[in-house]
């Protein structure tokens, strides 16, 4: 991985530099933030709980526009970054589909039309059952898939993206299938695992906050490295940092989180990368963005440069060769 | 002078063209049916083929009117005067266009208020560079200022620091 | 009754003086925000939704909400006057309510529209304030094949409803399903129908296909006749707007018949949208006179008004209890929800009892507060016809445009309303029916998506349609409406009389 580390130690260059000449460029006209989904989706929270943020601590003296460009899963978005060019003024918003969409649909895009800045939370995902499913941890519920091929349904957001090849990975590690429905969004899956017509799904934490504080919900483990944060209690004395990890509970999968990615277009000047990278730490640090992070239950953790480059190549192998296996790639 | 018949015939070839469209559109996708249901490509390809087929019955009804000498066909559709009247609307509203997208929307909004206002309104040359000046000061308030939603900007826009 | 004496707590909560101003607040900017077509309340809802973040959610919520009632009274008021519905759910309003002010009925169009609205509100909102825990359950059984039944039924009610050409019927409501395919495919997760083209990824927004249509489409038709509005002739007084409410008891059966339909549609969750378009199919065809509607029957503009909001505020209560947004400005809202800390479900009914009566009294309220100020401002508005058309048509076309461009900001999509212009024009005067392609490009891709949802479930059997009464009930109210009217022209069809184009075919 020799080009890797080029840029890898590019990008930490970069970061240096940064750090020492700040303030050498600064918006000249009201700033672009765009964002790769819909209004009211993860992403939206996001971008607007930053928006806020700054407005708030004036950590840019010019205005902030916020333009919502969610089609294609958010490939508009990236795309109207393409667009931009050299313009500093557009600050793009996502998750790891930045340079996963470019695999399994053909777009007019590719990551590298796109200059990384920073990512400042990685959202977790959970393997939920409904709330009076017989299965008390992960490997009895692997165990019951197991005994009945094809009989158990996973519900999930969309096809292709996140919570699909999170089911593809437990398929893989553990040789039990089951059948994957795509919904809308998170929140539809969430209702349709409260009301029985799936048997589980991978949501994000706050995606199903609310069955799981009704008991309609119940969490099995989650796929991260360590334990949640503890926080308050969400059901029955249970809170976040009560639920295993999914290692420790039987099902061998490591790790599996979605970090939330902040993006320039190409070419822009490296001080003015550094200026968003120091504006999005400022953020990172502010009390308002660690409530908003303990409340979604999402990991904080402000990564630039390096460590970034670092985690986006782990992420981006991990997730090919799902895609691979399943024969998504289109190009 | 346009019959109906001309512009029945017209359209149907259009919206057949458009269902051709749709259904090779939709030939990239497979669309049968396997074991989860419909694939991708069938919905489009099934509707892309009732466009093309109802089009062509909208081909047949309309000869088969022209044969029997049905009065409907031969009704007039568009005569010059009325065309006339369309064309000299319609024509600032792609001139709108056109200098929205090269000069931004400003620009084209003072130019087709004042065109509007002076050739088809007949208002006086003050009152409609002042009426155009005001909509776009209003559109400018209330949607950059207040919405803070961006309108689209061209060269001119940029010049004078929007 | 426990209900009531929790909203008479909420009623205590909203009833302070800041909180009225933040309603009377939030319903003009709504009516602002309505009126300009493509801006609509989902966009407005978002502007605002930073505001409210210094807000406690109580009050935030208040003022979401009445800007939502107020961009529906908007979008209703564009619709009557110009045939440009300000929001989706207003579109089925143009079909009546535009004649109406063609021919000089603006006010009492508009006062119809209003009221009727209002009445629609206030029985959706009863319905949550009784039923909040009975609907919460009854929603949890819905799943893909119930929606997609749903949107059958929408679907059915509205086939074989007017004259037109059934050629003609299929090619509009083909084109719209098309269209509707462009994008992302969520089920498959393809990309459908852009040809290679990055602009069309993010699919034809059917808003821009509304202001297009029935806009500027409608200018030119009115161009061609040569023809200029012929003004309000009678003065618009407040007189006007009392004596049609006093008219408006006369159409009991078309409200309680649409606030059923709204509620329904709202809770199940259909949305406003096809439960203003499933009102008007019902109150045509259970007319006595259904060859008056689209020339200016009042009942044309009580039906679907009626249910629009019944529906609207219908759908909080999935919003709340399920986390289900019922329509676009509800998924900004639950946005909003998160934001503020408050978890949509189950649970907020028991956890934040204030913020959650607070609101259901704030839309007793809220909705008052905005018939009162939109009759307030009835007459300023319909007098916007008496300017003279030289100067209102150069500002709808501005309107269309700026509308189209601010629904996503892109560029080409005032190419396509321009492009729809032409095609609303040509359609019109060919008799090809517009609302059926409106209707196709709203629900078009849900239906789609609903069906392979539960083709998936069924491992692609469509006995799942009938696996269950809910479904099997559903599914049958649809097939009745869509068989109904086939046998009834079949019918007299045998009988001899009225051999047309469509027999043949």
Known sequence: MKSFSITAALAGAIAISGATAAHAWQPTKPVEFVVTSGAGGGTDNFARMIQSIISKHKLIDQPIVVVNKGGGSGAEGYIHGKAGKGDAHRVVFGTNNAYLLPYVAKLGYKVSDLTPVAALALDEFLLWVKGDAPYADAKSYIEAIKAKPMGFKMGGSQSKDTDQTLTMMIQEATGAKMIYVPFQGGSAAAVQLAGGHIDSNVNNPNENIGQWKAGQVKPLCVFSPVRLAKGEPVFEGKGWGDIPTCKEAGLPIETFQMPRTVWLPAEVPADAVAFYEGVLEKVSKTPEWQEFVTRTAQTARFMKGKELADFVARDDAANKKVFQAEGWVVN | ?162 | MDNIASLMHGFSVVLTTHHIMLMMAGVLLGILVGVLPGLGAPNGVSLMLPLTFTMDPVSAIILLTSLYWGALFGGSTTSILFNIPGEPSSVATTFDGHPMAKQGRATEALSFAFLSAGIGALAGVILITLLSGWVAKFALRFSSPEYFAVYFMTFASFIGLGGASPFKAVVAMGVGFALASVGMDSVSGNIRLTYEFDILLGGISFLIAVIGLFGIGELLLTMEEGLRFEGVAAKVRVRDVLRTAAKLPRYWVALLRSSAIGIWMGITPGGPTAASFMSYAMAKRSSRNPEKFGKGEPEGVIAPETADHAAGSAAMLPMLALGIPGSATAAVMMGGLMIWGLNPGPMLFIERPDFVWGLIASMYLGNVVAVVVVLATVPLFASILRIPFSIVAPLIVMICFIGAYTVASKEFDIWVALAFGIVGYIFKKLDYPIAPLILAMVIGDKAEDAFRQSMIFSQGSLSIFWSNPLVSTLMGIGLALLLLPLIGSAVRTLRGRTVTVAAKG
Do not use: C, H, N
């Open chain 2, 1 to 162: 002078m346009i019959t109906r018949f001309w512009a029945e015939t017209a359209t149907a070839l259009v919206t057949l063209a458009f269902g051709l469209v749709v259904v090779w559109g939709a030939l990239e996708f497979g669309i049968g049916w396997d074991s989860s249901g419909p694939q991708p490509g069938a919905f489009p390809f099934y509707t892309g083929a009732l466009v093309a087929l109802a089009s062509v019955g909208t081909l047949v009804v309309t000869f088969a009117q022209r044969r029997r000498g049905a009065p409907i066909v031969g009704e007039i559709f568009l005569d010059r005067e009325r065309a006339g009247r369309v064309i000299a609307f319609f024509a600032p509203l792609v001139g709108f266009v056109l200098i929205t997208a090269f000069a931004g929307m400003y620009v084209a909004t003072i130019a087709y208020l004042f065109y509007a206002m002076r050739f088809q309104g007949g208002y006086g040359w003050l009152v409609s560079v002042a009426s155009a000046l005001g909509a776009a000061l209003v559109f400018y308030l209330v949607f950059e200022r207040f919405f803070q939603i961006g309108l689209l900007k061209g060269p001119v826009e940029r010049l004078i620091g929007l």
